[in-house]
């Protein structure tokens, strides 16, 4: 500290716009900044594959990344910008990648692996609580949007 004023944090400003992150006070936010890992990816750069054991989630900060299906025509399944995260499901268990994450332009992304979320919950469990219940919302909203989805396919065909 400079001056009795805290220096600031570009990155802590961006993660504060992440859902995963709404419910945690500057200080908390800056613990669990402080077990991520900062990656840079160029445009068109594979940051994980199919078949891949997941390791963690990811945070774009800075750039576009597509989650595709990498069949013969490498379905697009959403493209994502700042403040959205994905391959969360690698925090709750130790699957392998169902699809392939790649920087659709040169990005900047934070992961937080599961060693250090497990290791949050231990030492800091309030916040990662708040992590995991926003997380859980997250999740129960993308399976009510599939269930939707496949409803109207169903009814379409």
Known sequence: MLFGLATPNPRLD????????????TRDLAMVDSLMHARSYLADEVIFDEGEEGQGLFVVLKGRVKITL?????????ELGPGAFFGEVALLDQS?????????EDSQIVALFRTEFYSLLETHSAIA??????LARVLAARLRQAVINTSRTHEAA
């Open 14 to 25: 961006l993660l504060k716009n992440v859902v995963l992150f709404k419910d945690l006070c």
């Open 129 to 134: 609580s708040r992590i995991s219940f926003q």
């Open 70 to 78: 990498p069949d013969n025509a490498n379905t697009v399944l959403i």
């Open 96 to 104: 392998v990648r169902t699809a392939q994450a790649r920087a659709v």
